[in-house]
């Protein structure tokens, strides 16, 4: 199991201390969680963490440094690459299109940009951003120039990065905008998510907490100088929790779009455990129209979202 590791975590406390307990426990003593032992166990260097109860952010506790070699510390300000965590963030941004009818969930998107990488197989004709935000388009995880679907469109589920990246490109050419700029007027904007960016001009280097290998050696930082919807986006503790609470309140989307978005289209086979992936029966995974689990790995990070109420499992956001 990889020893490099997630220096992100996100731990929404959903359920309230005791009535009857006096004294207020630490955010750690909360959720059960002795950081510094978690830290050590993992071999991970650093840490931020947003701990989230009752609605709203009530800490954001950092430890660690954010290089090996460097020494510096992890402060709040310190971004981390949150992987697939990244794909909540750009759904949330699309389905603010589909409610002011600027996007059709069931359109086939070949008709709004034809993809080539995909054009010479027709079932991708078949392919629909709902599919897609379902990870129901046949596509595989990644790929290389050409795509070969691996599954009938709507009929299979599978993990897809492909899909995200290739629902971005229908997005920028509809709206005329980047990655960058559509996701920030749809969703970092109305959040206050000030640090958060899916990339990062040449030229301008951002506090990136760096990568480390499996024996804890520091490799070199990699902004991402191009967007991409499924995986780039560098954020802190702060934002991503100023997300994960807007999901919970309901601030972003209209209450029958988010009833839509968590509810359960696919369902995991019986309890497994491959390696650290865990997968666990009767889960809800993807929705009707948005991610539901969150949790991402690149290979040199890993970032989750947990809940103290779902214990092992990565929850709906």
Known sequence: MSRTLASLALLPVLAACAAESRVAPSPAESVGIDYEVL??????????????EGGGIVSI?????????????????????????SKPVFATGVLRLVERGELDLDLPVDRLLEYER?????????????????????????????????GDPGEWFGY???GFVYLQRVVEHLTGLALDEVVRREVFE??????????FPEGETPALAAPHDEAGRQQETRPAREG?????????????????????????????T???????????????????AIVVPDVPYAGRIGQVRISGSDGVYRCKEFSKRAGLYEPAV
């Open 39 to 52: 830290m050590d166990e993992a071999g991970i260097p650093g840490l931020a963490v947003a701990v989230i």
């Open 61 to 85: 506790e950092t430890l660690g440094v954010a290089g090996a070699d460097s020494g510096m510390p992890v402060t709040p300000t310190t971004l981390f690459e949150a992987a697939s965590l």
């Open 118 to 150: 995909v054009a010479h197989d027709p079932r991708a004709a078949r392919i629909t951003a709902r599919l897609v935000l379902s990870h129901r388009t046949g596509l595989p995880n990644w790929g290389g120039e050409t795509l070969e679907l691996v």
């Open 160 to 162: 897809s990065g492909e």
């Open 190 to 199: 109305p959040l206050g998510m000030t640090a958060s960016a899916f990339s």
């Open 228 to 256: 991409n919807a499924a995986a780039s986006l560098l954020t802190t503790a702060e934002d991503y929790a100023r997300f994960v609470v807007a999901w919970m309140r309901g601030d972003l989307l209209r209450e029958a």
């Open 258 to 276: 988010r009833a839509e978005a968590l509810t359960p289209v696919t369902r995991l086979a019986p309890a497994l455990r491959d390696g650290d």
